[in-house]
């Protein structure tokens, strides 16, 4: 289990080199650069190339790349182009918001979402259920920045009941863009939670449980629940990522001044460090969170668990005595 | 077997309907049947028959909103079991009379250790405060009683084979050791081998905590060697019922089906090129035929068979519901 544990730890290594590159070479190929947008479309040329050269960007793309992974390894990801300040600050300042506001949509996702999910799923077909599911398609449809969009115009420029942007209101400030983030994701995992139960409620195993007596708590929660939860897990790691992509739109509309609003910006400036950094950051988070859940399966799943354990000695001793009666 | 009058199970004109995209499923069409203290009664018939539709009703486990009772009772130990509150059935529910699946391979939870698995219906049950420590000896004991090292209860069902998960299935349902135990083909998704030795184990389990048993299977040797009576069961009903000897004596007088599936069995003595398998299918549920459901199919039906109801003709213990067992006598009904 450990060995496996280390395992997925070191493969975030490769991928993230993988990653990097393809972000630099995007941007490479996009046209335009650097020293353009400083200086403006009136700028001339040779002051252009002058810049680029004082950035270090006309140098080769693999170059490039290298020099950047060199000085990343010893911790120093470079200043930005225009603030001129080093990015790795301003990103420590920045990712806390930026976590907090995924971690509170995924928390309002799983509390509303599942719950009701396995409500919809034991009480299939009710008033309930058809409410829920219809409803719930029409929430999971909705863009989040749209939603975002409508409910700063009724509750914070109509009923001025919550500030329309900026982080300094204490935990007002968090409402909106949790809910806006949230709602399309709670919706979706409504419904998944919905279908992973109406699948493992109708297996062989749970009808065995009501065959022992066992209260109806027991049957849902403890046997139907515990094997959905494979589903669920895998669901909200994909989840992560699209909440983290949702998190950068959401920062833009609320002005919250995390990852995404930087990341954002960085990319209309084509500021290179300072893109490469949320990059970074995101990548890195999003990859543990992967890890994390992997890790989590084995838990969950006891077979999944053994697959990882080199087999020991004393279990097959054991079948071998019980070959003779069975 | 054990002769006294006291009857565990009586089934009567139990009728059973399933609903779906507005049409109608008979599967059980007005059965009675009895299980007295101790006694094995096997229940054969076809897929489809009717047969798990019955087992579910007796621990009132059909699904609640496709399933529809329409008539009858079930009378455990003299209780309606149709007729009980739900709190009151979890606890007759793996205690009083429990249900052995047909499949073990997914009959057993995967993410929890069979002890645990086994430990949960005791504790359900149990009357008295047990330690955990007790709990464990006693799902040990279990185990032993079904073959399987007590120290194996640490293990999940995806460490054991077939046969073992199937073993577990009957520790589960002999754990609280029920007066009732329905066997629902218990040995059908189990090889050779293995189907002889489960059966041997649930012999030799059925005189230890002295239970009562309704075997169903589609298996005419588990039958004659497991039960004292058989009941045949076509499209719903109970075409007819006996004891073992009624049923299994070539010199008894059969209804058609019984004939047709003993036809359909390797005969060791008379020396056959064919086997005689019975013609066409079972009707479909939704549109059952009038008058005797086998009629269809039937190599000797007549004109009268297509009508009306069919009486049971009575002989003894044996009971057959066919038009052409004229020598033996009618039950007024």
């Given at each position: 289990?450990?060995k ?8 975030i ?14 941007i490479?190929?996009?046209p ?5 947008i ?13 810049v680029?050269?004082?950035?270090g960007y006309d ?7 290298f020099k ?26 920045r990712f806390?918001?930026?976590v907090?506001l ?15 999910g ?8 009710s ?13 999971a ?9 409508l409910?700063?115009l ?9 500030p329309?942007?900026?982080i300094?209101l204490g935990?007002?400030?968090w ?10 994701y709670?919706?979706s995992y409504l ?9 493992t409620?109708?297996?062989?195993y ?10 109806e ?19 909200t790691?994909m989840s992560?990522?699209?909440l983290?992509?949702g998190a950068?739109v959401?920062?833009s509309?609320?002005?919250i ?16 460090p300072q893109i490469?950094?949320?990059l ?9 969170m992967m ?6 399966y084995?838990f969950?799943?006891?077979r999944?668990?053994s697959?990882?354990?080199t087999?020991?000695k004393?279990?097959?001793?054991k079948?071998?005595?019980?070959e003779g009666?069975? | 077997m054990?002769?006294?009058?006291e009857n565990?199970?009586?089934?009567k004109?139990?009728h ?5 995209d507005?049409?109608i ?6 059965i ?5 203290k101790g ?15 019955t087992?579910?009703?007796?621990l009132n ?10 008539q009858g ?8 079991v ?7 059935l979890r606890?007759v ?13 997914t ?13 949960e219906?005791?504790r ?15 799902v ?7 073959g ?10 995806h460490q ?9 299935m ?15 083909e218990?040995?059908?998704a ?5 189907q ?28 004659a ?5 058989v009941?045949i ?5 109970i075409v007819?019922y ?6 299994f004596?070539p010199?008894?007088?059969h209804h ?7 036809g359909s069995?390797?005969?060791?003595i008379?020396?056959t090129?064919?086997?005689n398998?019975?013609?066409g299918l079972?009707?479909?549920?939704t549109d ?12 000797v039906?007549t004109e009268a068979?297509?009508?009306g109801d069919i009486?049971?003709a009575v002989?003894?213990t ?11 006598r009618?039950?007024?009904?």
């Amino acid at each position: 289990m450990l060995k496996y544990v280390i395992k997925r730890i070191l493969m975030i290594i490769p991928t993230m080199f993988i990653v990097t590159f393809i972000v630099f070479w995007l941007i490479n190929i996009t046209p335009a650069d650097p020293g353009r947008i400083i200086l403006g479309a009136e700028a001339s040329q040779d002051l252009v190339d002058q810049v680029n050269h004082d950035l270090g960007y006309d140098l080769p793309l693999v170059q490039r790349y290298f020099k950047w992974v060199g000085d990343a390894l010893h911790g120093d990801l470079g200043n930005s182009y225009y603030t001129k300040r080093p990015v790795y600050d301003e990103m420590m300042a920045r990712f806390p918001y930026t976590v907090k506001l995924t971690f509170l949509s995924l928390g309002m996702a799983i509390l509303i979402g599942l719950p009701l999910g396995v409500l919809c799923a034991v009480k299939q077909y009710s008033i309930a259920d058809n409410i829920l599911s219809t409803l719930s398609m029409f929430l999971a449809a909705m863009p989040a920045f749209w939603l975002g969009l409508l409910l700063l115009l009724q509750f914070s420029l109509r009923l001025g009941w919550f500030p329309s942007s900026g982080i300094t209101l204490g935990w007002r400030s968090w409402v909106l863009p949790t809910f806006s983030l949230a709602v399309g994701y709670t919706a979706s995992y409504l419904r998944y939670t919905r279908s992973a139960m109406l699948d493992t409620i109708r297996q062989d195993y749970v009808r065995t449980v009501r065959s022992k007596g066992c209260p109806e708590s027991t049957v849902i929660w403890k046997h139907a629940f515990r094997n959905s939860m494979m589903t669920l897990v895998t669901i909200t790691g994909m989840s992560l990522a699209g909440l983290l992509g949702g998190a950068f739109v959401i920062e833009s509309v609320f002005s919250i001044p995390g990852l995404g609003l930087m990341g954002v910006t960085a990319i209309k400036r084509k500021d290179l460090p300072q893109i490469m950094a949320s990059l970074v950051m995101l990548g890195t988070f999003f990859l543990v969170m992967m890890v994390v859940i992997d890790i989590l399966y084995a838990f969950i799943d006891p077979r999944i668990k053994s697959k990882y354990e080199t087999p020991k000695k004393k279990v097959s001793e054991k079948n071998k005595d019980v070959e003779g009666s069975i | 077997m054990e002769k006294t009058s006291e009857n565990i199970l009586e089934i009567k004109n139990l009728h059973i309907e399933y609903h779906s995209d507005g049409e109608i499923v008979r599967a059980v069409n007005g059965i009675d049947l009895n299980i007295r203290k101790g006694e094995s009664l096997g229940l054969v018939g076809e897929t489809g028959a009717g047969k798990s539709t019955t087992a579910l009703a007796i621990l009132n486990m059909l699904p609640k909103y496709t399933a529809e009772i329409s008539q009858g009772e079930i009378l455990l130990k003299g209780e309606n079991v149709l007729k009980m509150k739900e709190k009151d059935l979890r606890k007759v529910r793996g205690s009083k009379a429990s249900i052995i699946f047909q499949d073990p391979m997914t009959s057993l939870n995967p993410v929890y250790k069979v002890g645990y698995q086994i430990e949960e219906v005791l504790r359900q049950h149990s009357t008295k405060k047990m330690s955990n420590e007790e709990y464990r000896d006693e799902v040990g004991r279990i185990l032993e009683m079904v073959g399987i090292p007590g120290s194996r209860q640490d293990e999940y069902p995806h460490q054991f084979s077939g046969g073992m998960k199937q073993r577990v299935m009957i520790a589960i349902a002999i754990a609280c050791r029920p007066e009732l135990l329905i066997a629902d083909e218990p040995t059908t998704a189990l090889d050779v081998t293995i189907q002889a030795q489960v059966l041997d184990m649930m012999r030799e389990l059925k005189k230890e905590i002295n239970s009562s048993v309704l075997l169903i299977t589609h298996d005419l040797g588990v039958v004659a060697s497991f039960c004292d009576s058989v009941a045949i069961m076509y499209a719903g009903e109970i075409v007819e019922y006996g004891t073992l000897e009624d049923i299994f004596d070539p010199e008894h007088k059969h209804h058609p089906y019984t004939d047709g599936l003993f036809g359909s069995i390797p005969n060791l003595i008379v020396k056959t090129d064919r086997l005689n398998p019975i013609n066409g299918l079972m009707p479909d549920p939704t549109d059952l035929p009038k008058g005797c459901k086998f009629h269809p199919r039937c190599p000797v039906s007549t004109e009268a068979c297509r009508n009306g109801d069919i009486p049971v003709a009575v002989d003894g213990t044996h009971k057959i519901k066919c038009i052409l067992m004229k020598n033996m006598r009618k039950r007024n009904e």
